[in-house]
């Protein structure tokens, strides 16, 4: 069965430094993955996806991710964070031809000045 | 405006008491979904459609009942709550594409929530 892990449950990061949320997939098929970014009290929004092509994915406020088949990996950067960045972040896999969206446990990133 | 849309957005009731939580979708989408959100845990799916009057068991599906009458509207139902359902439940949306009824791009929308505690 496919599984999504986020191992990080929360990173703590000050403003305008670096930030990476990793992602793993397990799959032996190909899949579609997706980071998925919610706001306090909000439902969850699409920040970027990878169907095919570049394995370097950009996407809204400044994210972008790099798929990584060999390592089986898709994790989220940002080179400079925002206060505004604090949220909770979601890794999903799709396998294609399913369903199913699965997705990780999350990762609360929280931006302090 | 595009929008997925739930109510109600908060509840706290007792255990045995039925509820319904609404769910509907302006975006002509043929997939709707529950998912129920608790810490630790991630998103979980209760149940899918994939269309009018075809719905299917997710991962925790017990405890619930949906159904698709319209395909605007998938309302979830909680014949007799109990209070390990207390949980922050999603709707979601995604348009399907190609007669093998894949979805579109597996980008789903989602309402902002209903939380709901059972005492």
């Known amino acids: 069965a496919q599984s999504v892990t986020q191992l990080d449950s929360q990173v703590p990061v000050f403003e305008e430094a670096p930030v990476e949320l990793r992602c793993n997939y397990s799959s032996s098929v190909s899949v579609y993955l997706f980071w998925y970014v919610q706001y306090p009290n909000q439902g969850l929004q699409l920040l970027l996806k990878y169907l095919s092509g570049s394995t370097l994915v950009k996407g809204i406020n400044g994210f972008e991710a790099e798929f990584n088949k060999s390592q089986t990996s898709f994790h989220l950067r940002k080179p400079s964070v925002h206060i505004s960045d604090t949220a909770e972040y979601f890794c999903?896999?799709?396998?294609?031809?399913?369903?199913?969206?699965?997705f990780g446990t999350g990762t609360r990133l929280l931006v302090s000045p | 405006e595009a929008q997925v849309t739930q109510n109600p957005r908060y509840l706290i009731t007792v255990t045995g008491k039925k509820l319904t939580v609404t769910c509907s979708q302006n975006m002509n989408h043929e997939y709707m979904s529950w998912y129920r959100q608790d810490p630790g845990l991630g998103l979980r799916q209760i149940y899918y459609s994939m269309n009018v009057e075809v719905t299917d068991k997710g991962d925790v599906p017990e405890g619930y009942k949906v159904s698709r009458k319209e395909k605007r509207n998938f309302p979830l139902i909680l014949e007799s709550p109990s209070p390990n359902q207390t949980s922050l439940y999603f709707c979601?949306?995604?348009?399907?594409?190609?007669?093998?009824?894949?979805?579109?791009?597996?980008?789903?929308?989602f309402g902002e929530g209903s939380r709901l505690t059972v005492l």
């Open positions: 979601a949306s995604s348009p399907m594409a190609g007669l093998a009824g894949v979805l579109n791009t597996g980008e789903l929308f």
């Open positions: 999903a896999a799709m396998n294609t031809g399913f369903q199913k969206l699965v």
